[in-house]
């Protein structure tokens, strides 16, 4: 690993010593950038795990559009993405990404990858779906490659986009593209090819793992991602999904920060699928319109957002404005 790390830091030096990356490096906050304030607190509520199955979508369709999840990501290689795509497309006020999608967890509903097998054979199990999970035996890195990992990847985003579906970030189910630092690279560099901002751990978490460079990586490439990332761990023994992200909320940094949920009806198609369906029909109804969680985002001052200001800020499309 030691080359490996030489490898990245000789590039990142030569990029840092630039002067347009120097300027990248020291520019003010993303929120900043946005015309907001530096004590703000900024909230983008993600739904994750969209186009997964009918329910999903339901779920995360009504959210969005009366309550306050504030965008989503869908996975390209699941059966419900064309109609999810579909709405999207009708829906381009809504903040749609891509779920950069290398698993497929559950027992009995399974998908395997958008291209075909023959081309990423690591990334299929012997069942013909992908791997169950990231690490481990039956696990992405096990089998496959951060090459291969990035071939899927990229032709998920071409898949989505195809659909003319206005895409506004990436991030990666179930953070295959970003518990080891070859997949994190290629994930940065799929940001920066397709100029998308992206989910990103907090820079604490980062620089617990010994990763920080990630950030700065990201932030010479000029990739805007969030400030900090509530991935739902800490959850208490009979914690509700609503007092859980009750305590969050009232816990909530300045700056911007990304939650993400995984909102689903109460239906037989989720319970058939998976034996958390009780959380996250908790979610889905917390985000949508329990009146506590309404008022914590008054009391405390959030102001919802989307990754659309983050992506047109990017991108360069428009003024900041709030």
């Known amino acids: 690993m030691g080359l490996f790390y030489l490898g990245l830091a000789i590039p990142l030096v030569l990029l840092v010593v630039g002067g ?11 929120a900043v950038r946005l015309g907001y304030l530096p004590t703000d607190k900024l909230l983008i509520v993600n739904a994750d795990d969209g186009a997964m199955c009918d329910s999903a979508n339901s779920a995360i369709w009504q959210g969005m559009q009366e309550g306050q999840i504030t965008s989503s990501t869908l996975m390209v290689p699941c059966p419900a993405f ?27 509903y399974r998908w395997g990858p958008v291209l075909p097998k023959e081309k990423v054979p690591g990334l299929v199990d012997p069942a013909g779906c992908l791997w169950s999970h990231v690490e481990g035996e039956k696990g992405v890195y096990a089998h496959s490659s951060p090459a291969e990992a990035t071939r899927e990847a990229r032709a998920q985003i071409r898949t989505a986009l195809a659909t003319g579906m206005d895409i506004t970030h990436l991030d990666s189910h179930m953070g295959t593209m970003q518990y080891h630092p070859a997949y994190f690279l290629r994930y ?30 990201a932030r010479a490439l000029d990739i805007v991602c969030p400030d900090d990332l509530l991935l739902g761990e800490g959850r208490k023994d009979g914690q509700t999904p609503k007092e859980y992200w009750l305590e969050q909320l009232h816990q909530l940094k300045p700056g911007i920060t990304e939650l993400y949920i995984h ?20 979610e889905f109804r917390a985000f949508l319109d329990d009146p ?9 001052g959030i102001i919802l957002i989307g990754y659309r200001p983050l992506r047109d800020l990017q991108r360069g499309v428009s003024s900041p404005a709030k």
């Open 263 to 282: 909102p689903a009806l109460e239906t037989d198609e989720m319970r058939g699928i998976t034996g958390s369906w009780r959380w996250r029909y908790g």
């Open 292 to 300: 506590d969680i309404q008022a914590a985002i008054r009391d405390e």
């Open 82 to 108: 064309p109609a999810a795509a579909e709405y999207a497309k009708e829906h381009p006020e809504l903040d749609f990404g891509v779920h950069l999608t290398h698993t497929s967890e559950w027992k009995a």
């Open 20 to 30: 347009i990356v120097t300027w990248r490096l020291t520019r003010p906050p993303v």
């Open 188 to 217: 940065i560099w799929l940001a920066h090819e397709f100029d998308l901002p992206i989910r990103m751990p907090s820079r604490e978490l980062l620089a617990k793992h010994h990763a920080g460079f990630l950030r700065t990586l």
